[in-house]
């Protein structure tokens, strides 16, 4: 895998041709999450399954974007952004994120996200903007 960490400060980048994938139940716990998922959060496999998938929210995030994200998953079944991520160690890597509501046959709900790398332009556009929403918050 072409996992690289920035000479110049704690971000990491992975490669355009991967896709970090997790799937997690109806409570947020996560049930699945691929190697690139564990080697990008730098956490083992056995540390991820069954740990909300909260655990890589960076602080920088606002609450805001993920409460766009469960209006858009309840009412379109999906949702699309730009999502800081931490690290265990921590560090920090962006992510274009699609998170997807599964209903399965049996009608239990899961949740799979699949995330690629975003532009720079993407990411510039969001440093400011998620900086003012949370500055916001209370």
Same mark, same amino acid.
Not at 55 to 64: K, L, Q, S
Not at 79 to 87: P, S
Not at 96 to 121: C, E, F, M, W
């Given at each position: 895998m072409s996992v690289t960490k920035s000479e110049s400060s704690d971000e990491w980048f992975f490669s355009s041709d991967q896709y970090i994938l997790s799937e997690t139940d109806d409570k947020g716990l996560i049930v699945y999450a691929n190697? @690139?998922?564990?080697?990008?959060?730098?956490?083992?496999?056995?540390?991820?399954?069954?740990?909300?998938?909260?655990?890589?929210?960076?602080?920088?995030?606002?609450?805001?974007?993920?409460?766009?994200?469960?209006?858009?998953?309840k009412s379109k079944?999906?949702?699309?952004?730009?999502?800081?991520?931490?690290?265990?160690d921590g560090g920090y890597y962006w992510v274009?994120?699609?998170?997807?509501?599964?209903?399965?046959?049996?009608?239990?709900?899961?949740? @799979?996200?699949?995330?690629?790398?975003?532009?720079?332009?993407e990411i510039e556009t969001c440093i400011p903007l998620y900086a003012e929403l949370k500055s916001s918050e209370q």
């Open positions: 190697d @690139l998922f564990c080697e990008m959060a730098a956490y083992k496999i056995e540390e991820l399954i069954g740990q909300p998938h909260n655990i890589v929210r960076h602080p920088d995030m606002p609450r805001i974007a993920f409460k766009s994200l469960w209006d858009d998953i079944g999906f949702w699309t952004g730009i999502v800081k991520n931490l690290r265990k274009h994120a699609t998170a997807l509501r599964k209903i399965h046959n049996d009608g239990q709900v899961t949740y @799979l996200s699949v995330r690629r790398v975003p532009s720079k332009r």
